[in-house]
């Protein structure tokens, strides 16, 4: 079971591009990257997933280096509403709970 | 589309009664999973179910119970609620199509106090 690290909480200012990076040292062959984003009294919301270099979409980017070892969610342009916390999960839905640890995840606080 | 819809939205319950939360998904999801989350704390797998009629054990099972009699329904029991079980608790579901990690969607929580 690969295990993250992230960092627990990060600050930035609206308009700001914001990178958050997880670790994922034991990453095995089959496992994506799936990050999520949770606010405040309600369930996660999934943002992004990826398996190795580059997946962008309409709300962010995900960076993911060829040894993928780690993982980088980028925002960009963030708004005070991206306050919430972002999870980081890596795992192979093979039909067990590989994959579903979250973590305490990271606090990203935007201010105006 | 309701997504997936968890009941009740709060309760407070005393030490040593029992009660069930109810989980329902409308997206003919195969895998449901029940969470709970504590103060400044992630999400804590409790159960899991892969399909209809299984279920398994996730991190912190010990004192809840869990059925899957239908494909769109997940239950969680607690038999005899300690003040330790006082969480939110967050069920989702995800789809077995496509490959790697399919995305889970949640519920909005059930906020359980026990006295």
């Known amino acids: 079971l690969a295990k993250t690290t992230q960092p627990i909480s990060m600050d930035s200012y609206e308009g700001q591009e914001v990178n958050i990076t997880c670790s994922h040292n034991?990453?095995?062959?089959?496992?994506?990257i799936t990050w999520y984003q949770q606010f405040p009294s309600q369930g996660p919301r999934f943002i992004i997933q990826?398996?190795?270099t580059k997946v962008t979409n309409e709300v962010a980017s995900l960076f993911i280096p060829a040894d993928r070892k780690s993982s980088t969610l980028s925002l960009p342009r963030v708004s005070l509403s991206d306050t919430a916390v972002y999870y980081c999960?890596?795992?192979?839905?093979?039909?067990?709970?590989?994959?579903?640890?979250f973590g305490k995840g990271t606090h990203l606080i935007i201010q105006p | 589309n309701a997504g997936v819809t968890q009941t009740p939205k709060f309760r407070v319950l005393k030490t040593g009664q029992s009660m069930t939360l109810l989980c329902a998904q409308d997206?003919?999801?195969?895998?449901m999973y029940w969470y709970r989350q504590d103060p400044g704390m992630g999400l804590r797998l409790i159960h899991y179910?892969?399909?209809?009629?299984?279920?398994a054990k996730g991190e912190v099972p010990d004192g809840y119970n869990v059925s899957r009699l239908k494909k769109q329904n997940f239950l969680l029991g607690l038999e005899s609620a300690a003040p330790s079980q006082t969480s939110v608790y967050f069920c989702?579901?995800?789809?077995?199509?496509?490959?790697?990690?399919?995305?889970?969607?949640f519920g909005d929580g059930t906020r359980l106090s026990i006295l």
């Open positions: 997206m003919n999801h195969e895998y």
């Open positions: 999960l890596v795992g192979d839905m093979g039909g067990g709970a590989d994959g579903l640890t």
């Open positions: 179910s892969v399909g209809e009629g299984t279920t």
């Open positions: 990826g398996y190795k």
């Open positions: 989702a579901s995800s789809s077995t199509q496509g490959i790697g990690n399919q995305p889970q969607h």
């Open positions: 034991n990453i095995a062959t089959n496992d994506y």
